[in-house]
């Protein structure tokens, strides 16, 4: 059974960091692009960031761009989402998901496989 956790989310303050972490099993990711998402109260479900099946290309929402940044370690068959300078607005429950359809790569509802979501509050 294919799964992907997501841990690392919590309660921090504005201007804070947070290390999110998707761990990946029933099968090996290192062969497709993965990818974060975000759903905050009341709204859509939203692109975050996106990495290559080797890691080398990135992309990321305008509205983190520059304060997240996306990685992957094939040989844990994880990937993580490193973001500083947290905002209010940052405030969402975050899901992994991986093996995007290509070329969809911003849109989740191309994405095969989903974690289960890791909050994240960003307190002013």
């Known amino acids: 059974q294919v799964q992907l956790v997501e841990s690392g989310g919590g309660l921090v303050q504005a201007g804070g960091s947070l290390r999110l972490s998707c761990a990946a099993s029933?099968?090996?990711?290192?062969?497709?692009?993965m990818g974060w998402f975000r759903q905050a109260p009341g709204k859509e479900r939203e692109f975050v960031a996106t990495i290559s099946y080797s890691g080398e290309r990135t992309y990321y929402a305008d509205s983190v761009k520059g304060r997240f940044t996306i990685s992957r370690d094939n040989a844990k068959n994880t990937q993580y989402l490193q973001m500083n300078s947290l905002k209010p607005e940052d405030t969402a429950v975050y899901y992994c998901?991986?093996?995007?359809?290509?070329?969809?790569?911003?849109?989740?509802?191309?994405?095969?496989?989903w974690g289960q979501g890791t909050q994240v509050t960003v307190s002013s």
């Open positions: 029933g099968r090996t990711f290192s062969s497709v692009a």
């Open positions: 998901a991986a093996d995007p359809v290509p070329p969809h790569l911003l849109r989740s509802n191309k994405y095969n496989y």
